[in-house]
């Protein structure tokens, strides 16, 4: 029989379940509906499930589409969840994203999206809850195609000239088809959409089967049964245990066939299938062999693990998704926290991504989630496998570590008896690479058996840095030389070495603090567009409004998560109920507020008993110890990359270049920095480098060429609006009265062009008001633009620099991070509004301080006005007078 694996993915409260629901009734395996609100869907199994209303664990269900079986995986759609959603995608022929029609595309429907594309998943989209008042077909598939792929197609309208014109344009051969034939295809169809070139999309209301039964019959005509060898192969993505205690592993036969009493073996292990289940929903049936294209639940594996690979097939690379937060496991008193770690240990293995983890500093369990719904459906599990009541403290943050330069580490291991040396390259990687390991080392200098020794013991662990303690990622590590001992050497005497060789050069690098971020979408009023720019300007994140629609904004952008949790709830009460903000887990990126995080955090590199950062060598038949900064004078072999740097035209990390600094021009600064890995990233942006105020106003230091720098006219352009909702003074008069708001800023501005002497440009927007003409206002001694209908003050900016940067040195003041991108590649300076308002505040105290030092010298007197020569004659004379 013909099978496919088909996984249902959606943001929480799509609607992924009700359509789960509606295909298994229609295809005949239930024979009633199940609602998630009536606490009676088919694969909503667990009472936690069925008392939230969310799915929390991947089930299965069974179900004929034609004469395609299908496994259907039903998926979390919580971000809290997503790292069960993620494992479900490694075993996945086709899946199904279900969009919201009330809603749109929401922020983590674009996080399911980029792990589909990094998959290369086959999808077909089913947009639901058309039948909502205000939802538009073609509305919604433009958003589709904007925000996914332009392969997004309306397959509703399958077999007109409109479907077959639009399917054209998504690859070469099929648009060769529809010239010669005026038709395409289903076997081209097909295969671009197997190849993710063409995105079928179906629009109805699963909640009223309403266009369910059309997808389905699209899901059947469009899909191709993979093909499968005959040597066994099976990729593990699931560990559960079932209501007797059995661990169950679910797996996917992707090569050949599995019976009972088979042998499989792993990296370290080998047992025997003792049964062999299939799940559909709460039941299953035992059979004794399965064949390839199969999900199956294995009894009689005890070692197995998610993401493992058996047979034919390889290991999973490591999820995506990670947790970033960090929580204490709080036991009842008198529960001994050495009997509960092999317990939590369980769910570990279920839940990979919690990462039990036992601090013998602090004598804690500590656990890493996503989020804080996950910590209220642990302590349900807690509690009900294992009958203990455990609570969570506040919770921290998941921080990790990088560097920013390469270097070579070195770990000597010699205590009497002993011998292992190990060099190891670290390079900075691109950002959310994770961690590469990889060889580079002749076997005449190690041997092979050793090298993969050393590669087996970085591989096996988690490296902590050495600012925190935290986890290091994003960094490449190469085995570059190394040397064992014919009699003294053994295996752990290399797990030191390689230990100590990681710590030792993390030690010399620069290392950079990492924190998460969130990806948002905060829909709400536009009159609150000000007060939530603001807010996330003091998260030091950034953003850009990328959606208008009536009186509803939509803002996108990101920012660090600690400073993002809880503003859900400010969100709610400042719009009064009538804000949304969705968020998903961005990735890591650069710290901003590292000193204050160290100094917090207090963990010291150098104390840290269980991660040594030295070497131990051996003297005069004793073992002695050398700090990391010792070692590589007493290392045996010679430094790599000062082996390199010996070489004819060599060129290492660590050579450093005399060049006169007087021929570095700003341009080749900015280079140099923008090359370098987070040397760009400010504390508000990844991607933007602001100048300050005083770079922006004030020219650089002459060169030592002595070349004459061309004068020209100063303009200062401000984004009135931006900068009015960006001063909290301005921003409160705003929320009264727009007009004074105006007024104070353009007084400000005016008394400043007074001091600074420049021609400064204020632009308001008013595209908004209709038939409105660009208006030129000449307030005192600057000038005030009203924008014309339909132009924004931000294109009135831009293109006010664009054409005028040869003839004017053009300052552009705006918090708006988007258009500060565009400005800085119009070759213009920049303040941001909080600088200009710092530039205006020292303008004034400048003036200020002239003047009372004019008052101070105000006073004339009849002796400061006299000769020198007077001066003295006078003297003289009333020293005379006094004699007398």
Wanted: aromatic share 8%; net charge negative.
């Amino acid at each position: 029989m013909k099978k496919l694996v088909i996984g249902i993915l959606a943001h929480v409260d799509a609607g992924k379940t009700t359509l789960s629901e509606g295909m298994l009734y229609l295809s005949g395996k239930i024979g009633k509906l199940g609602r998630v609100d009536n606490k009676d869907a088919y694969l909503d199994t667990n009472e936690l499930e069925r008392a939230r209303g969310i799915t929390i664990f991947s089930k299965q269900a069974l179900l004929d589409i034609g004469d395609i079986q299908v496994t259907l995986l039903d998926t979390p759609g919580h971000v809290d969840f997503s790292a069960e959603m993620e494992r479900t995608l490694q075993v996945l022929d086709y899946a199904i994203l279900v969009v919201s029609g009330a809603d749109g595309i929401q922020g983590h429907t674009k996080t399911l999206w980029r792990l589909l594309q990094m998959y290369q998943i086959p999808v077909f989209i089913f947009v639901n809850k058309m039948d909502q008042a205000g939802t538009d077909s073609n509305k919604l598939l433009a958003e589709l195609k904007k925000e996914l792929e332009d392969g997004c197609i309306d397959f509703g309208q399958a077999g007109t000239e409109d479907f077959y014109d639009q399917l054209a344009m998504c690859q070469e051969n099929m648009l060769e088809a529809f010239l010669e034939t005026g038709r395409i295809s289903n076997a081209l169809i097909n295969e671009a959409v197997r190849r993710r070139k063409v995105f079928p999309c179906f629009f109805g209301a699963a909640l009223k089967l309403e266009g369910v039964e059309q997808f389905m019959e699209g899901i059947g005509t469009y899909s191709i049964i993979p093909s499968y060898t005959e040597d066994f192969g099976a990729k593990i993505y699931k560990i559960t245990r079932d209501e007797q205690g059995n661990r169950l592993t679910y797996l996917k036969v992707t090569g050949g066939r599995l019976k009972i009493r088979d042998v499989l073996s792993g990296s370290s292990w080998e047992e025997k299938v003792n049964q062999i289940r299939l799940y559909s929903g709460l039941k299953y049936e035992a059979v004794n062999e399965i064949e390839a294209g199969s999900i199956c639940a294995v009894l009689g594996l005890t070692q197995t693990r998610p993401g493992e690979g058996l047979g034919i097939e390889e290991a999973s690379d490591t999820p995506v998704l990670e947790p970033v937060l960090s929580y204490q496991i709080i036991l009842p008193e008198g529960c001994d926290p050495r009997m509960m770690i092999p317990k939590l240990r369980q769910l570990e293995e279920e839940e990979p991504e919690l990462h039990i983890l036992w601090d013998e500093t602090l004598q804690e369990i500590q656990a890493q989630i996503m989020g804080e719904v996950q910590i209220e459906i642990l302590q349900s599990l807690i509690e009900s496998r294992f009958g203990v009541a455990v609570t969570f403290d506040a919770g921290r943050i998941v921080y990790k570590e990088t560097i920013a330069n390469t270097v070579e580490g070195v770990g000597h291991f010699e205590p009497l008896r002993h011998y292992a040396e190990v060099h190891l390259l670290l390079e900075p990687n691109a950002p959310g690479s994770g961690l590469e390991f990889a060889v580079n080392c002749s076997e005449d200098i190690l041997g092979k058996s050793w090298q993969r020794l050393v590669m087996t013991h970085l591989e096996e662990r988690i490296h902590p840095g050495v600012l925190t303690g935290s986890a290091i990622t994003d960094l490449k590590i190469t085995l570059v030389s190394g040397r064992a001992h014919n009699k003294h050497t053994e295996g752990g005497d290399f797990r030191e070495a390689t230990y100590r060789a990681v710590r030792q050069g993390l030690k010399e690098a620069d290392s950079v603090l990492l924190e998460p971020y969130y990806a948002f979408q905060l829909e709400l009023p536009e009159k609150m567009v000000g007060r939530a720019m603001n807010d996330i300007e003091k998260m030091h994140g950034t953003c850009e409004i990328t959606e208008t629609n009536g009186d509803m904004s939509v803002l996108t952008g990101s920012a660090p998560i600690v400073t993002m949790r809880n503003y859900q709830r400010e969100v709610i009460a400042y719009t009064k109920g009538l804000g949304r903000l969705f968020c998903s887990l961005k990735g890591y990126e650069r710290c901003h507020n590292t000193e204050e995080v160290i100094e917090t955090i207090g963990y010291d590199s150098e104390r840290d008993l269980y991660n040594p950062t030295g070497s131990v060598f051996c003297s005069h038949g004793a073992g002695f110890l050398v700090s990391w900064d010792k070692v590589k004078e007493y290392m045996h072999l010679e430094g790599y990359i000062q082996k390199k740097s010996t070489l004819p035209g060599g060129n290492t990390h660590n050579q450093e270049e005399v060049v006169d600094k007087d021929f570095i021009s700003l341009e080749e600064i900015d280079k140099i920095i923008n090359s370098t890995f987070y040397a760009n990233q400010g504390n508000k942006t990844v991607w933007k480098k602001r100048k300050t105020a005083r770079e922006s106003y004030y020219a650089p230091p002459s060169v030592s060429n002595n070349s004459q720098k061309e004068t020209k006219e100063e303009y200062l352009l401000v984004d009135g609006y931006n900068v009015i909702y960006a001063w909290p003074e301005l921003a409160e008069f705003a929320e009264d009265n727009m007009d004074a708001a105006r007024i104070k800023l353009l007084e400000a501005l005016s008394n400043y062009q007074g001091i600074r002497k420049c021609r400064i440009i204020v632009v308001f927007d008013a595209y908004r008001v209709s038939g409105h003409k660009e208006e030129i206002i000449d307030y005192h001694n600057i000038h005030m633009v009203y924008t014309r209908e339909a132009q924004t003050a931000d294109q009135y900016i831009e293109k006010f620099a664009h054409d005028n940067r040869s003839k004017y040195r053009i300052t552009v003041a705006t918090s708006d991070g988007l258009q500060q991108v565009i400005i800085r590649g119009a070759g213009s300076d920049l303040l941001s509004a909080r600088e200009l308002k710092d530039e205006i505040v020292r303008a004034n105290e400048r003036l200020m301080a002239a003047y009372e030092e004019i008052q101070q010298k105000g006073r004339s007197y009849l002796l400061d006005n006299l000769s020198p020569e007077m001066r003295k004659r006078m003297d003289d004379l009333l020293s005379e007078n006094e004699n007398k």
